[in-house]
């Protein structure tokens, strides 16, 4: 099967484009025809410039797990949504995502973009809306033309990013450490959250021995000496303890939500006719966050709120377009992109 205009035409059964969605917790790359059929899947862990000590190495992990069985020659086209890849990380992104390229065997190079275009096109082929994300990072865009036109947040863990994984984590850590010191309420956080920071196998009965002081340290410790991007395991912790009545962590979630409400709003209103999509593991898992967002967001709308749950197929849809020797039809285009987000990840 082929598809093509004029005297250039281009053997499908050869031809792949890819895909690669790089956020904050894990890397997502999908191989896929022009036909919107996934060939090939891999993942790794985050991408995110900012937040993640080594992305490039996660970038070539997904790569190759995706392109395990197919000839780099067959690649026609990339796209690589990045995380942090704004005009203020464009370059460092640019540079990381050339050298995974070239690290894979892949000719020429990805066109590289912000994640948030990426999250759009894995939950719709419609050109324009609005993105939410809120996963290890929290940013919210307008959509024109399959392109972010206007962003708000975004801006990092250590400056921005309200409403995020990584939020979360810093405020539910200040919840203990202020508990443990005396300076805030008691709170249930104290429990589980020092053993998600320090795993399993962490000494909890010499810590106790030796006093809250000790588990303060302990705590601080780790926070630390992991990556930024490594408190957004703690947004799991602050949900358990509010479903278990824990004011503190019903009232981080609450002000999460609000900061997160409140990006999508300053964009300024929306047409009703027009897709929302929620992208990112909090607003994608059925949480009390993702519950209180969308209460927050209840409006008079005419189109529905999506959810967008695999960023490679998104990230592959757009590598379509982006593929200079496809000269394939919108209604195809459109075809494809439907089948490839709605393929099991």
């Given at each position: 099967?082929?598809?093509?205009?004029?005297?250039?035409r281009?053997?499908?059964?050869?031809?792949?484009?890819?895909?690669?969605?790089?956020?904050?917790?894990?890397?997502?790359?999908?191989?896929?025809?022009?036909?919107?059929?996934?060939?090939?899947?891999?993942?790794?862990?985050?991408?995110?410039?900012?937040?993640?000590?080594?992305?490039?190495?996660?970038?070539?992990?997904?790569?190759?797990?995706?392109?395990?069985?197919?000839?780099?020659?067959?690649?026609?086209?990339?796209?690589?949504?990045?995380?942090?890849?704004?005009?203020?990380?464009?370059?460092?992104?640019?540079?990381?995502?050339?050298?995974?390229?070239?690290?894979?065997?892949?000719?020429?190079?990805?066109?590289v973009?912000?994640?948030?275009?990426?999250?759009?096109?894995?939950?719709?082929?419609?050109?324009?809306?609005?993105?939410?994300?809120?996963?290890?990072?929290?940013?919210?865009?307008?959509?024109?033309?399959?392109?972010?036109?206007?962003?708000?947040?975004?801006?990092?863990?250590?400056?921005?990013?309200?409403?995020?994984?990584?939020?979360?984590?810093?405020?539910?850590?200040?919840?203990?450490?202020?508990?443990?010191?005396?300076?805030?309420?008691?709170?249930?956080?104290?429990?589980?959250?020092?053993?998600?920071?320090l795993?399993?196998?962490?000494?909890?009965?010499?810590?106790?021995?030796?006093?809250?002081?000790?588990?303060?340290?302990?705590?601080?410790?780790?926070?630390?000496?992991?990556?930024?991007?490594?408190?957004?395991?703690?947004?799991?912790v602050v949900?358990?303890?509010?479903?278990?009545?824990?004011?503190?962590a019903?009232?981080?979630?609450?002000?999460?939500?609000?900061?997160?409400?409140?990006?999508?709003?300053?964009?300024?209103?929306?047409?009703?006719?027009?897709?929302?999509?929620?992208?990112?593991?909090?607003?994608?898992?059925?949480?009390?966050?993702?519950?209180?967002?969308r209460?927050?967001?209840?409006?008079?709308?005419?189109?529905?709120?999506?959810?967008?749950?695999?960023?490679?197929?998104?990230?592959?849809?757009l590598?379509?377009?982006?593929?200079p020797?496809?000269?394939?039809?919108?209604?195809?285009?459109?075809?494809?992109?439907?089948?490839?987000?709605?393929?099991?990840?």
């Open positions: 099967m082929t598809y093509g205009a004029g005297s250039e281009v053997d499908t059964g050869a031809v792949v484009v890819v895909g690669v969605d790089a956020g904050g917790t894990s890397t997502r790359c999908t191989v896929a025809t022009p036909g919107g059929a996934v060939v090939g899947r891999g993942a790794s862990g985050g991408g995110n410039l900012r937040s993640v000590r080594d992305p490039g190495a996660h970038l070539v992990e997904a790569l190759r797990g995706a392109l395990r069985d197919i000839d780099p020659a067959r690649v026609a086209a990339g796209v690589l949504g990045m995380a942090g890849a704004g005009s203020a990380g464009r370059d460092r992104a640019e540079g990381l995502a050339r050298r995974a390229w070239s690290a894979v065997g892949l000719p020429g190079g990805p066109t973009i912000p994640d948030l275009a990426v999250a759009f096109a894995a939950a719709t082929d419609a050109p324009d809306g609005t993105v939410l994300i809120a996963g290890t990072g929290a940013v919210s865009a307008r959509v024109r033309d399959r392109r972010a036109v206007r962003r708000c947040d975004g801006y990092g863990w250590l400056v921005g990013d309200e409403g995020s994984g990584v939020w979360i984590g810093q405020q539910a850590v200040r919840a203990v450490l202020g508990a443990l010191d005396g300076r805030r309420e008691p709170t249930l956080l104290v429990d589980d959250l020092p053993e998600a920071l795993g399993p196998g962490c000494d909890r009965a010499a810590i106790a021995v030796q006093g809250r002081e000790a588990l303060a340290q302990a705590v601080i410790a780790a926070v630390y000496d992991a990556e930024p991007a490594r408190l957004a395991v703690l947004a799991p949900e358990r303890a509010a479903a278990q009545g824990d004011v503190t019903r009232r981080i979630l609450g002000e999460a939500a609000r900061h997160l409400v409140a990006s999508a709003r300053a964009l300024g209103q929306d047409d009703p006719t027009e897709p929302f999509v929620l992208s990112g593991s909090l607003l994608t898992e059925p949480t009390l966050l993702a519950e209180l967002v209460t927050g967001l209840t409006e008079r709308r005419e189109a529905p709120v999506l959810t967008a749950f695999d960023g490679g197929a998104g990230a592959a849809a590598a379509l377009r982006a593929a020797r496809l000269h394939v039809r919108e209604d195809t285009l459109r075809h494809a992109h439907r089948r490839l987000i709605s393929a099991p990840a």
